[in-house]
């Protein structure tokens, strides 16, 4: 997301890394940055096989309508014990706010 990139120093001074991730392949990624957003200056994963697996674990996996088999938007800030310290489920439509996830890192210092 755009957003994630326009802000990547603020995420780095607070000793996070910004990853994103999708059931959509790489090839879908590359072609979308490519065509659509522009390069990101984070790494976008795939989620693609076995599908949804990572998403379902963090229960963002759409397993009904209106789009089954897609992620929820979210965002999760995983300390470096491996513990979830912030999560949200966002609209689709809606990006989350990064003076949000920035301020919850903040807490996290």
């Known amino acids: 997301?755009?957003?994630?990139n326009d802000d990547l120093e603020?995420?780095?001074?607070l000793n996070a890394q910004v990853l994103g991730i999708s059931?959509?392949?790489?090839?879908?990624?590359m072609a979308w940055q490519q065509r659509s957003i522009g390069?990101?200056?984070y790494p976008l994963l795939s989620d693609m096989y076995p599908h949804g697996e990572v998403a379902r674990r963090?229960?963002?996996?759409?397993?009904?309508?209106?789009?089954?088999?897609?992620n929820e938007r979210a965002?999760?800030?995983?300390?470096?014990d491996g513990h979830i310290r912030f999560s949200k489920v966002y609209a689709l439509?809606?990006?989350p706010d990064n003076a949000e996830?920035?301020?919850?890192?903040?807490a996290l210092e």
């Open 10 to 13: 603020k995420f780095a001074a």
């Open 39 to 41: 390069m990101m200056g």
């Open 1 to 4: 997301m755009p957003a994630f």
């Open 75 to 80: 965002a999760f800030i995983i300390a470096k």
């Open 93 to 95: 439509d809606r990006t």
């Open 101 to 106: 996830l920035l301020q919850a890192l903040a």
């Open 58 to 70: 963090f229960g963002v996996l759409r397993e009904g309508p209106p789009i089954p088999g897609i």
């Open 23 to 29: 059931i959509d392949s790489l090839q879908c990624h």
